[in-house]
């Protein structure tokens, strides 16, 4: 297909690890609407680097239900899980720089440190998604001791050393927001997050990584996704920085909540785009549903 360099450039990234849902056909209804209303092109990424979760299966059930809806990509889609090289890349020239360490800390061992803590009655800083902060035992761990773990083949990801980060970059960071919450000038609080996970122990990136460099690597000018990742937008801008991306516009639009006011999950089988047109509803119908 002819692009024109000048062209705005849409995506939608679902994770094939569930069904899709009404809130992801809202998703990719409003970059549809977008891009067209942009003279736009629309991408779609699969963003499946956690293998345990993502499957074939699920990926083509994902796929057919974006070709029932009307969701025109230009195919083909990229994989996140065969570009696992790039990833690495850009985490090595961060670990070259100094700017990230192994962590070596299990979920359930920060899990201890943190109820250890709080029993004392400290108050565990928490991020913005209200899960705790990773301890700074490996941040600080003497560099031999780090070498020695890393030659025995002790299971690790790799963190983001965040304060170091943000003294490597000179200019203050913030994105403009164009979405259904606050809009303009924002100003990114990536310190807020803590030392983020730059790669999983079984995937050379972490979700953070992968779509700052997918975003930059497919030319996407606008990111359309849900409120949900508003505020994980600060930990992109730094990233973007450190790693010399352009800074794509973002629009952070509504969630669509089940009855409770809670959004919705991809166990939630009856909100299923597959449910919902097995019971007899249309993509039109679907839009109705969603108030588009
Ligand atoms: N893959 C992410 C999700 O399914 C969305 C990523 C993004 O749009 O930045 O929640």
Redesign the pocket.
Known sequence: MQTDDRQPVF?????PNGALHLG?AL?ALINRDMAQAAGGRLLLRI?DIDLSRCTPALEAAMLEDLDWLGFPYEKPPRRQSEHFDEYRQALQSLIDRGLAYPAFMTRGEVKAEVAKAESRGETWPRDPDGAPLYPDFDRKRPPDERERLLAAGIKHTWRLDTNKALAAIDAPLGWIETGDGERGQMTADPAAWGDIVLSRSDAPSS?HLS?VLDDALQGVTH?V??L??FH?TSIHRLLQELLALPQPVYHHHRLVTDGDGRKLSKSQGDTALSALRAAGQSPAGIRRLLGL
């Open positions: 995506r939608f990234a679902p994770s992801h998703s963003e979700y779509v990111v996704r849900g949900d990742l994980a």
